[in-house]
């Protein structure tokens, strides 16, 4: 299977969960057998970037690819610049999330 140029071998995926797919479970699962796991929820609004709880999200240092980050949000423009700027932290895959039920935080 394939997301645009990534391989997600196996066909096995990790969905992004809030409060548990965070980098060490990430990591786990893709050790395990994962051919990608997605990041938690992360917020689109840029004033929230630099919070702890943020930047842990959005670290993805010594992960193995592809990097799939999930952003939520509500403004289009907004949205786009979250992708923008997940892709330059190392996400090579943007995952709208499209209502999830959790609580964004």
Known sequence: MRIGPHAIDPKVILAPMAGVT?????????????????????ISDPRFWTTRKSLQRMDHAGEPDPISVQIAGT????????????????AQIIDINMGCPATRS
């Open 22 to 42: 965070d980098k060490p479970f990430r990591l786990l699962c893709k050790r395990l057998g994962a051919g990608l796991a997605v990041s938690e929820m992360t």
């Open 75 to 90: 403004v289009p423009a907004v949205m786009a610049e979250a992708a923008k700027y997940n892709a330059g932290n190392g």
